[in-house]
């Protein structure tokens, strides 16, 4: 029998798309000295809550994190954990290749090197967006043995679990606030671990509501859950969320509603409104896995290949200009290599494709 495959969902590539487009455009200002312009950090105020979209985007999709202990963590290895380790070493790679260069001209190695980068963010030297890659897959593995033990206690305590089943999970940003205050001593930038239970429960929580709502009743939910969020952001306007330093600016209450009605009330808007596919936005949002691990060491290529011929990038809005079209370019271009090596992109094929291809040969 021949499966039909199910539709993409282009609401949620769309906002992959634009969480990628943020991302990169915030390492290339990062990069070439101009993130600190009034403009921009704006910008950013208005969009803090997008790296917290990709575990809601999780939890929205998931259908069940139980199953076999160790065939789970053992897909969650591969899918995460290995494309962890050789993005960042392959960063690495590119980064400590140019240091005898920039050593020869400038006697020093530009950046500050330190042991504690490797045990203390998560990330590597020439690719440090890696961090989310870990927590991503420290917050999967932490679901799983977290949804056995609700089960197990739903097992002798059926009444108490199915009344409080969420509740637990919505007690996660009081302990990653605490974490903060704490100065988050997690090892390897885990901290902000906790936020992505959050966020990946309440992805859950808000499919199963949009399931049950009508589609017009959704939008209009959805349409005052964003009022909410512009409403909330420009009255508290010195809160936000970043999550790669699992850090608290402002109220953390306030911070934590204002995600919250955002990721629900813009996934749930587009998701309701049916959103058209926006052909280079959700091709970018479709491939994010190849943006995402790609952007990274082709900044630092392009800024350490700049100063071995003693020419900087720094505080140079046309370095900008010339630097994002490219990097789409190049990621766009490396689409198809990176994503037909699993080790690379986590795109291992599942049991049930294994066993079509060998039928089928």
């Known amino acids: 029998m021949m499966n039909i495959a199910k539709p993409r969902n282009h609401a949620f590539d769309f906002l992959c798309g634009i969480c990628i487009i943020r991302m990169v455009s915030l390492h290339t200002m990062q990069f070439c000295g101009k993130a600190q312009e009034d403009w921009w950090a704006e910008v950013m105020q208005w969009t803090y809550y997008f790296m917290s979209f990709f575990f809601f985007k999780a939890g929205y999709f998931n259908k069940s994190v139980l199953g076999n202990s160790l065939q789970y963590c053992k897909d969650k290895t591969k899918r995460l954990f290995i494309p962890y380790i050789t993005t960042g070493l392959i960063g690495g790679a590119i980064y400590f290749s140019f240091l005898p260069f ?13 042991w504690e980068h490797i045990w203390k963010n998560g990330g590597f030297y020439g690719n440090d967006p890696t961090w989310f890659l870990l927590s991503f897959y420290a ?28 509740v637990l999970y919505f007690t996660f940003p009081f302990i990653g606030y605490w974490l903060f205050v704490q100065k988050n001593p997690l ?36 349409v005052a859950l964003v009022l909410l969020f512009v409403v909330g952001n420009a009255v508290f306007h010195d809160c936000s969320y970043t999550m790669s330093k699992n850090k608290f600016t402002g109220d953390p209450l306030i911070t934590i509603l204002n995600i919250t009605v955002i990721l629900c009330g813009l996934s749930g808007l587009l998701i309701s409104a049916k959103l058209p596919r926006i052909p280079v936005i959700n091709f970018i949002g479709q491939h994010s896995m190849v943006f995402f691990v790609s952007h990274y060491p082709i900044l630092y290529y392009y800024k350490f290949m700049h100063l071995c011929f003693g020419r900087s990038i720094f505080n140079r809005y046309d370095e900008v200009l010339v630097l994002l079209p490219v990097i789409f370019i190049i990621c766009a271009w490396l689409v198809p290599y990176i994503e037909r090596v699993p080790w690379l992109s986590g795109r291992w094929p599942k049991p049930e494709q294994v066993k079509v291809e060998k039928q089928t040969i």
């Not at 920039?102 to 330190?114: D, G, K, S």
């Not at 043995?145 to 679990?161: G, N, S």
């Not at 949009?210 to 209009?220: F, Y």
Request: charge should be positive; charged fraction near 15%.
């Open 102 to 114: 920039l050593l020869n001209r400038f006697h020093n190695p530009i950046e500050p090197l330190a």
């Open 139 to 166: 917050a999967y593995i932490a679901i799983h043995f977290l949804e056995k033990a609700r089960h197990w206690a739903f097992d002798r305590f059926p009444q108490v679990v199915a009344q409080g089943s969420s």
């Open 187 to 222: 090892w390897f930038g885990l901290s902000n671990v906790a936020m992505g239970i959050f966020f990946f429960e309440l992805g859950r929580v808000w499919s199963r509501c949009l399931a049950r709502w009508k589609p017009n009743t959704a939008i209009w939910i959805s």
